[in-house]
Every structure is written in structure tokens, then in C-alpha cells.
């Protein structure tokens, strides 16, 4: 075989001594316009156009840069980090997800607050590139050009000194982490351990540049969100919706997020509250729409399933009355066809219509167990 066709092996460092591990060949970067990409997450993602808009924008960027890096040359190119703030249910996620799978590169998401500053009891900030190493298949060359996706970044706001009993004491899960969170968002090479179950000291590491990874992190921001709305009193101010009042930089130092973590989170896109007719197309326009997936569900049992336009109507406005967003709507509609899909074998070639009579009897029915169990 030869030499330069040879597939590239990775030092792994253990207790143990070195061993290597086989890894793929470096892979052909594709760059698509930011069109292309906001296309993509247009026909998934309800809604939220400035920030799909963003995201593409972001990510063509990113996409260039890596180019660049990888070819060899000199970039001015930074990396385009993100941060999504917007209410529970408005596409944070939904629009990441979508994103990695058009770029077709490793995706994971954490959740900030399962982390902790290194040396303590917790996960060490190194771990969520395990994970993503997990979700690779361990390829570096896959790793180093992946998204990851931090959740609930607001939940690590650095605490003040008052709010705890002792002064001066450590904020282990706040700054502590966003502080252990800067390397990897700049670019770093680090040891990353390849088996995420374990403790530091009892298996192998591997050597992972970050400094082509996507970072984007997301947070709601409630309380922000919440004076903002409050703070709208007098003409015009009825209607106001979460995410409609652009948060500031300052504004969220105040809250406890580090100038120097916003810092490395240079794009920065605002999410907005879904309203009921947005929520009502989550349910129905995108190729893989709830509606469309229950009916599939059900005719792999034979039954023919006619979810009314009432039903859904039904079900968007028990979503917004409970302030729920388009997270909640699968596990709603879960609960409106609970006994269709359990009875749905015994009724093969039938054909269940589901109304906006049947749906507010289940849903009345969810209610009262919810105060039962309260």
C-alpha cells in the first residue's frame, strides 16, 4: 500500500504506557452557501427565520474556516460559536440538530449543569468531547469537525457572593465551569478520555484539537426574559411574547455569564415564543411533522388514523394555555392516542378518526390525574 493511502493512526496515552488506534483519512470539507443551509432547517424548523438565518450564516462561516485550516493556509477566520437564547420549546435544539445533519457531522448534547470545575466531584468539561468522540465512532478526523451542543447555559451564571451563606466561597457548577469552558470554545488541544463511564485515572486518553468543533450553547434566560415583559407597562405593551426583547451583553454579564465566555460565543441569536398558528405547523408542515409520524405509526398496524384539523387545533391551544412550547406536543399527542395506539392491533383495517371532542376528553382526563397526584 502506499504511504501516503496508509490510514493515520492516533496516539492513545494510558497508565499502561501508548498504544494507537486506526483512524480515518482526513475528509473532503463541503462548504454550502448560507441559502443552502438556511433551506434545510426552513423545512424542519417552524418559524424563527432571523435565527435560522444566523445559524446558516454561523455555520457557512465555520465551514470556511475549517476549509481553510484544513488546506493549510492563513485565516483571519475566528471561530463562529453560538449562543441561542429563547424560551422553552422555541427550536433551540430542533435548529442544532438539524444543522449537524445537513453538514452530515458528529453530533451530542449535554447539559451544562452535570459539569463541574476540574477536581471535583462531577464531570470534567473534557467529557462532552468524549461524548462527541462516542458519537463519531472514535474518529478524530469526524471529532474535530463535530457540534456539540450545550444546553442550559444560563444554569451556570456565576453566583454571587451574597446568595450563599459563606463568602467567598467556591462556585464549583457556575463560573467555576464556564471558566473550564474557554479553552475548548477558543481551540485547545486536550486529552479527552475514550471511555466516558469511567474515572479519570482507570482508562486510556486520546489528543483532540477543538479548534475546528462547533460549540453552540443555549439557554432560556427566563428571569431576563421575565423583566423584560414585566418592564413593557402603558401603549403597546399587551401581547408582549418571551424572546421578542432583545437581550444584551451587558445584560447578561449582570446575570453572571462571563465577558470573556461571551466572548468566544461571538454570534449571538435571539429565539422567540412560537405563537399557536407556529405551533399548529410543527404539528403538520415539516417532513417529519408529529401528525404525519403517528399516522405512520399506526398504519404499520393496519389502521387508517384521520387526526381532524379540530384535534390538533386542540392540542396546540393545551400547549400554550400550559406554556408548554413545541417541546411538549409529542408528549400531548402521546397522551391524546394513548388508548387508540394501545388498542390500534385489535383494530386492523379500521379506520379512528380522532376529534376535537375526543381530545379534550383526554386531555381533561390528564389534568385530573396531574391534580391527583399533586
Known amino acids: 500500500m502506499p504511504k501516503d493511502e496508509r490510514p493515520r493512526t492516533i496516539p492513545v496515552t494510558s497508565g499502561g504506557g501508548a498504544r494507537r488506534i486506526p483512524n480515518a483519512r482526513a475528509e473532503e470539507v463541503r462548504v454550502f452557501t448560507p441559502r443552502q443551509i438556511y433551506d434545510h ?13 444566523a445559524v446558516a450564516t454561523a455555520a457557512h462561516q465555520h465551514m470556511k474556516r475549517i476549509e481553510q485550516r484544513r488546506l493549510g493556509r ?15 420549546g422555541s427550536g433551540k435544539t430542533h435548529i442544532a440538530r438539524k444543522l449537524a445533519e445537513f453538514l452530515e457531522v458528529p453530533f451530542t448534547v449535554v447539559d451544562a449543569t452535570e459539569y463541574t470545575e476540574a477536581g471535583y466531584y462531577g464531570k470534567d468539561v473534557e467529557v462532552m468531547v468524549a461524548e462527541l468522540l462516542f458519537k463519531s465512532g472514535h474518529s478524530i478526523e469526524s471529532t474535530e469537525r463535530g457540534i456539540i451542543f450545550i444546553d442550559e447555559i444560563d444554569k451556570i451564571a456565576r453566583r454571587s457572593g451574597s446568595a450563599r451563606t459563606g463568602a467567598g466561597s467556591r462556585d464549583i457548577g457556575g463560573e467555576g465551569v464556564q471558566q473550564a469552558l474557554l479553552k475548548l470554545l477558543e481551540g485547545r488541544e486536550i486529552f479527552v478520555p475514550l471511555n466516558v463511564t469511567q474515572h479519570w485515572n482507570k482508562h486510556d486518553f486520546v489528543q483532540v484539537d477543538t479548534s475546528d468543533i462547533l460549540f453552540i450553547c443555549a439557554g432560556t434566560f427566563t428571569d431576563l426574559h421575565h423583566a423584560h415583559v414585566e418592564s413593557q407597562v402603558g401603549f403597546g405593551s399587551a401581547g408582549k411574547r418571551m424572546g421578542e426583547k432583545r437581550l444584551r451583553v451587558k445584560e447578561l454579564i449582570e446575570y453572571g455569564m462571563l465577558a470573556e465566555m461571551l466572548g468566544r460565543l461571538p454570534v449571538q441569536v435571539q429565539l422567540e415564543e412560537l405563537t399557536s398558528e407556529e405551533l399548529y405547523q410543527v404539528l403538520t408542515v415539516p417532513p417529519d411533522a408529529l401528525a404525519r409520524e403517528y399516522r405512520e405509526a399506526l398504519s404499520l398496524d393496519g389502521v387508517d388514523l384521520e387526526l381532524h384539523d379540530s384535534a390538533l387545533r386542540a392540542i396546540v391551544e393545551y400547549s ?8 411538549a406536543l409529542r408528549s400531548i399527542l402521546e397522551e391524546v392516542l394513548a388508548d387508540v395506539m394501545f388498542e390500534a392491533p385489535e383494530k386492523r383495517g379500521q379506520r379512528v378518526l380522532v376529534d376535537r371532542k375526543y381530545a379534550l376528553a383526554r386531555l381533561k382526563r390528564v389534568d385530573a390525574a396531574a391534580l391527583r397526584d399533586s
Open 41 to 53: 432547517l426552513d423545512r424542519y424548523v417552524i418559524g424563527q427565520t432571523a435565527a435560522k438565518r
Open 74 to 88: 492563513s485565516t483571519l477566520l475566528r471561530k463562529s460559536n453560538l449562543l441561542l437564547m429563547g424560551p422553552t
Open 320 to 327: 400554550v394555555e400550559k406554556k408548554l412550547g413545541a417541546r
